[in-house]
């Protein structure tokens, strides 16, 4: 049968004409057959994939960075919660301009933000007119922070009215706190955290490693860089399920955060706040104190103390002058206090001087040129003259306020600290071994001890950014002069009344002529300034505290450390950090009780002596050495480094005079403390630390999360 | 079963009822409510806190319009032809008064709001155009049948297209793109089915791509216009407005894969992605929630309507049964495939509903009482004379 003739009684053109209907609807609707089976089973991956990335948000949860206490269980860094705003840019992405500008404008408005300065915060990195420091860094799914720290009543605003703010997210993130047991500030020992780099984010995704997330902050300095890995803990991922406006809807899929172990370190927070304090003190009282040299007041621009373990090379404390509230990093800082940090004005303080800052040891330096002339032909009945003045060719090398103390035996001229003692054995040195100054192989007992002992090389603390120091030896003068000479020279070739030399001093000319000539040679100038820690040789404050802690403890020379041990969040201990030996000083066990008793000697009846009276000597026997370091244009630097049976306490302050007169102060009140000095009284359960050592247990951590000071010592 | 309201069992006993029509319009409406409901039932901001809000607005939709369905059927067919022109003459006055006093909702002023209650006049033109045209070419052929002419002359063509251009004009005058192509393929139909010659086809095929071209070369149309009828073939033309549906739309009905997430399982859907889903757009819930196989059954049942449709026209036996019958298939046919197609991305977007599975009264009534009518011209052809004679033809065609 066909379809005409069921076609019933319409004219045959109108028949026609119906089938023709009928055929096109049948083609029309087998397109739409043909176009749906494409885009759901030909095409249908790519849209179920891109339907996955708009409707499920993921959010990457951080986690809770680990805490760092000290030796007695006490946070030095903590968490805080802090409320911050995100914006979810795919939502942002589906508003009209006009409505997009209104949003931001609202957000702005609670936040207190320009729009302008919000849209630059959302800029991914890398695009278009990105700022770097401002712009995103992480992925692309993930909304994006524009403020911290809001109020509790700026993030209920957002929070309570959701239309009116889509894709605006509300959260609570853990940042850093600073508990500040007993005022402490410990900036450069801690360090402080900010956002990942690219780089750094570059090189994790490459490495496998899921720690990091473009939302991390990351240690920058002190423990906070060294121990991150331990510290940052695993970031939780978690999948929201969000509507079209962005606003979650329920929770698809969750991946807990692990937080970051604990790290527990030696310092005593309480000691910490003592030596802070003491060397606060001691820059205020030098800055009150006119300098009879310069006939000005000290500038006393910065300073640095330590308190190291002996035995172990342990870090108890360490503080640093000028110096800033960590804090500043939370949130991520302003250019306006970045700035601030580096600024010279302010004294740089963003620099640690106890491991950063290099000064000339000055006098403090003698105890290791006294080992090294005790096992190099010299010995303890040595006597040398101690004249107010020694010649060295043309120049006369003068006492520290010309004094004369006639013949000295070694201990006599570390108790006095006699320049013109130790002159004669650097020069004796010059002329046995090295009076070739061109030659830079030549013998130097005082530099190779001065090397024994660690100076001039990194100590290999566990805080990141050291400064090596300098040994300024045969060598050095020579690579020194190799790199300046073109300088200099270039100075020196022309007139001093040459145009290009103006604003070059008499003494810069004077110094480049004698320099371009002959600045290589290690000249017995050198040699005589290296004997009493003058020159061109520099260290750290944290070197020569080491330094003292080898002649302490006999010659073992340690790479201080901060951290003890890492403590997961259940309390397990993940790693101990073992004290690390990285050399030894062999000298007889007779030279180290032979210094040992010269450093008493200061102490009772030296240089030291006036600062120490009625200190219980007899039961805390403390050895110290002073130094005034001199130093070109500048006031002197003030040292005085001391240990005793158990530690050892360096407190070193920049231009603020002699040794004694401007740390001494403050070493005897770190001492008072660290023994529980009262008066003349030992008064050991007064003492900073209980039981006075440090403690060699742990903290112990509770399952309640509180952590307890570890039992004493049990001797 | 969804309720078919107290006169659907009266109905299908009905001599010459066509029971699969009905059938499939009933299924259309049963899983288009469910469409709906799903597609609504998480959108507090649409449902004002009740996620049945649209399940119970579209089942009394759905109850009006089968009571109306219902009366069409019973009533003798000459009052409907009586009736045509009244039918006729109110959805006039309905575009006019949109005219005057309706709401924009969209860009468009096609929108009557009384009180709580908003009544598209549009969506009952595309029925009124297709009974006047008829009722024209019946009445001027029938008197002409004794002279024995065929087909619709050039007279009543123009006559025909008057009738459909007074409508055509407020329509556009809204603006309502999507309509005004559901109207000119129906006329292009309704022209087709009177047998009207050829040349007259080509000719108004020819005048609408003329007038369409001049219009945008004049600049009555401004460009973002044509960029958003245009954004299906590149949704970045419009990324905010069409492209955006555009996007989304595709990204729902891909989501749905072979089977679909489920119904009420629809990730996109329940989140919302789709802007006028329940409405416009409600295809692409089927798509994501049913998958191939759903979204299949879906347009089947359309053809199932479409072919019933145009087997009644064939069967009419007189020419006001045929051309409204073929003018309504081709109503239903080209709006069904403007709407399908456009959620598939092959299409413009325009705002035309699904018929019997968007949610909304005004085309819901209009489109039960097109079937309505198709029953009616199915009945009276049972009963007709030409029918009785030639008893053995039916018995052919249901076999």
């Known amino acids: 049968m066909t379809l005409l003739d069921r076609l019933g009684p319409a004219p045959a053109r109108s028949r026609l004409r119906l089938i023709v209907i009928q055929a096109l609807v049948f083609s029309l609707f087998a397109t739409l057959f043909v176009r749906l089976y494409y885009l759901q089973v030909v095409t249908g991956d790519t849209y179920q994939n891109r339907a996955a990335a708009q409707s ?116 609570q993130q853990s940042v850093r706190a600073y508990p500040q047991p007993f005022g402490i500030n410990a900036a450069h020992l801690l360090g402080y955290l900010s956002p990942i780099t690219e780089g750094e984010l570059d090189a994790a995704e490459k490495g496998g490693d899921r720690s990091v997330n473009g939302a991390s902050t990351v240690g920058r300095a002190g423990i906070e860089q060294e121990y991150d890995q331990w510290l940052r803990g695993m970031p939780g991922y978690q999948q ?476 | 079963m969804a309720p078919t309201g107290p006169s659907s069992s009266t109905l299908v006993r009905l001599p010459g009822v066509d029971r699969l029509l009905v059938g499939a319009v009933v299924a259309l409406s049963v899983i288009g409510t469910l469409l709906v409901w799903s597609a609504t039932s998480t959108r507090d901001d649409l449902t004002g806190g009740d996620p049945r809000a649209f399940l119970q607005k579209q089942v009394v939709n759905i109850a009006i319009g089968l009571a109306l369905l219902a009366v069409v059927v019973v009533t003798d067919h000459r009052w409907v032809r009586i009736v045509a022109p009244l039918v006729y003459l109110a959805s006039i006055g309905g575009l006019v008064l949109v005219l005057t006093m309706g709401t924009v909702v969209n860009g ?72 005004m192509l559901v109207l000119t393929a129906t006329v292009m139909g309704v022209l087709a089915a009177t047998g009207a010659a050829r040349r007259w086809l080509v000719l108004l095929g020819l005048a609408g791509v003329t007038g369409a071209v001049a219009a945008v070369a004049a600049g009555l149309l401004e460009d973002y216009q044509v960029d958003r009828f245009l954004a299906f073939t590149d949704p970045t033309l419009d990324p905010r407005g069409a492209g955006y549906n555009v996007e989304q739309a595709r990204i729902a009905v891909g989501n749905g894969g072979l089977f679909g997430q489920g119904l009420f399982d629809g990730s996109q859907t329940r989140s919302g992605f789709v802007p006028e889903q329940h409405t416009d757009f409600v295809f692409t819930v089927a798509g994501e929630e049913l998958g191939l196989v759903g979204a299949s059954v879906l347009i089947a049942l359309l053809g199932v309507v479409l072919w019933r449709a145009l087997a009644i026209a064939v069967r009419a036996d007189d020419v006001f049964g045929r051309v409204a019958a073929a003018g309504i298939a081709c109503w239903f046919g080209f709006q069904a495939f403007q709407n399908i197609g456009m959620c598939l991305g092959i299409m413009p977007v325009t705002g035309v509903p699904l018929p019997f599975v968007s949610y909304g009264g005004s085309s819901m009534f209009a489109s039960m009482l097109a079937v309505g009518l198709l029953l009616n011209i199915s009945r009276r052809s049972a009963e007709a004379p030409s029918a009785r004679l030639q008893p053995s033809r039916r018995v052919l065609v249901r076999a």
């Not at chain 1, 946070?75 to 919660?81: E, F, Q």
């Open chain 1, 240 to 715: 929201v399920r969000v509507d079209s406006m962005g606003q979650p809807i329920d929770d698809e899929d969750e991946v807990l955060a692990q937080p970051g172990d604990t790290l527990v370190t030696s310092i005593d927070a309480k000691v910490q706040s003592v030596v802070e304090q003491q060397l606060h003190e001691a820059i205020t009282t030098a800055r009150a104190t006119r300098d009879p040299v310069t006939n000005r007041n000290f500038e006393a621009d910065s300073g640095a103390a330590v308190v190291l373990e002996a035995d172990t090379g342990r870090v108890v404390a360490m503080a640093s002058q000028p110096t800033y509230d960590p804090s500043v990093w939370v949130g991520g800082i302003s250019k306006k206090q970045l700035s601030a940090l580096y600024s010279e004005d302010a004294g740089t303080p963003l620099l640690g001087r106890a491991t950063q800052g290099q000064f000339a040891p000055g006098s403090t330096w003698k105890p290791f040129m006294t080992a090294a002339a005790l096992t190099n032909g010299y010995s303890e009945d040595t006597r040398l003259p101690c004249s107010s003045s020694f010649q060295v060719g043309n120049r006369a090398f003068g006492n520290h306020e010309s004094a004369a103390y006639g013949s000295l035996s070694f201990a006599q001229a570390l108790e006095v600290s006699c320049n013109t003692f130790f002159y004669r054995i650097g020069f004796d040195y010059w002329q046995q071994y090295g009076s070739d100054a061109d030659d830079v192989r030549a013998k130097d007992p005082l530099v190779e001890e001065a090397k024994r002992f660690g100076f001039g090389q990194e100590t290999g603390i566990d805080i990141p950014g050291e400064s090596p120091g300098r040994i300024a030896d045969r060598r050095w003068k020579k690579a020194y002069y190799d790199s300046m000479k073109d300088y200099y020279c270039g100075i020196a070739d022309k007139p001093q009344d040459d145009p290009a030399n103006e604003g070059i001093s008499d003494f810069v000319y004077k110094f480049a002529s004698e320099f371009c000539v002959e600045g290589w040679k290690y000249k017995v100038t050198d040699a005589v300034n290296f004997s009493i820690g003058q020159g061109d040789t520099i260290v750290t404050p944290l070197q020569l505290a080491r330094g003292y802690a080898a002649i302490a403890n006999g010659g073992t020379l340690y790479a201080p450390r901060v951290a003890r041990a890492v403590v997961a969040a259940d309390g397990t201990v993940v790693r101990r950090i073992p004290p690390e030996e990285v050399g030894r000083v062999k000298l007889p066990d007779a030279v180290y009780g032979y210094i040992d008793e010269a450093l008493q000697g200061v102490t009772r009846t030296g240089t030291m002596a006036w600062r120490m009276g009625g200190f219980p000597q007899d039961e805390v026997p403390i050895r110290s050495k002073t130094g005034s370091a001199e130093v070109y244009g500048k006031q002197s630097t003030s040292w005085v480094a001391s240990y005793s049976d158990d530690y050892v306490v360096v407190m070193m302050v920049s231009q603020a005079g002699t040794g004694s007169g401007a740390s001494g102060p403050g070493i005897r009140k770190i001492w008072e403390a660290l023994y529980g000095v009262q008066g003349e009284q030992v008064v050991p359960d007064t003492a900073a630390i209980p039981g006075t050592q440090l403690p060699d247990r742990l903290p112990s951590f509770r399952d309640d999360g509180s952590i307890l000071p570890p039992a004493e010592r049990e001797d």
């Open chain 2, 108 to 179: 468009s002023r096609s929108w009557l709001m009384l009180g709580s209650l908003s009544i598209q006049p549009s969506e009952f033109a595309k029925l009124a155009v297709v009974i006047g045209m008829a009722l024209v070419v019946a009445e001027r052929s029938e008197s002409r049948r004794l002279r024995g002419a065929r087909g619709a002359t050039g007279a009543d063509v123009a006559l025909m297209l008057l009738i459909a251009g007074v409508p055509a004009v407020l329509i556009l005058a809204q603006p309502d793109l999507g309509t």
């Open chain 1, 56 to 171: 499920v948000r993921e959010i990457v949860v951080q986690p809770t960075r680990g805490l760092i206490v000290d030796d007695q269980g006490r946070p030095l860094v903590a968490n805080r919660l802090s409320w911050v705003v995100s914006l979810d840019r795919t939502t942002l992405a589906k508003l009209d301009p006009a409505d997009r500008t209104t949003l931001l404008r609202r957000v702005g408005k609670v936040i207190d933000l320009k729009p302008r300065r919000i849209e630059k915060k959302l800029l991914t990195c890398g695009d278009e007119g990105s700022e770097p420091g401002v712009c995103w860094n992480g992925s692309p799914y993930q909304p994006v922070p524009v403020a911290q720290d809001l109020t509790q009543a700026q993030a209920q605003r957002l929070q309570e009215q959701p239309e009116d703010f889509p894709g605006v997210v509300v959260d």
